[in-house]
Nanobody, 117 residues
Framework: QVQVMESGGGLVQAGGSLRLSCAASGRSTFGSNSMGWYRQPPGKERELVAFISSGGETRYSDSVRGRFAISREKGKNTVYLQMNGLKPEDTAVYYC??????????WGQGTQVTVSS
């Protein structure tokens, strides 16, 4: 069974940094899969934060471009989200998504990121 698990969330002061990790398991490799980070702030809908394709192409939401960086370590089936210059409005539950097709993807349980002012 394919699973993804996020880690690395926590409480940080504004201006600080965190690195989130997303580990995929259940297959020998996920090199052909795209992966993405999403977040859901309190009382709001889930939104895309960053996305990386199987070929390494990346895209970011306007709100995090220049502050966050997504990367993947194929040999370890892991995707990272380096978050710098954190702001209180970045407070959210962050989710990782592993994409198999337009009809099938796998989500993690999420990790809480709280940024204090």
């Amino acid at each position: 069974q394919v699973q993804v698990m996020e880690s690395g969330g926590g409480l940080v002061q504004a201006g600080g940094s965190l690195r989130l990790s997303c580990a995929a398991s259940g297959r020998s490799t996920f090199g052909s899969n795209s992966m993405g980070w999403y977040r859901q702030p309190p009382g709001k809908e889930r939104e895309l934060v960053a996305f990386i394709s199987s070929g390494g192409e990346t895209r970011y939401s306007d709100s995090v471009r220049g502050r966050f960086a997504i990367s993947r370590e194929k040999g370890k089936n892991t995707v990272y989200l380096q978050m710098n210059g954190l702001k209180p409005e970045d407070t959210a539950v962050y989710y990782c998504k592993l994409v198999f097709s337009s009809l099938y993807d796998v989500w993690g349980q999420g990790t809480q990121v709280t940024v204090s002012s």
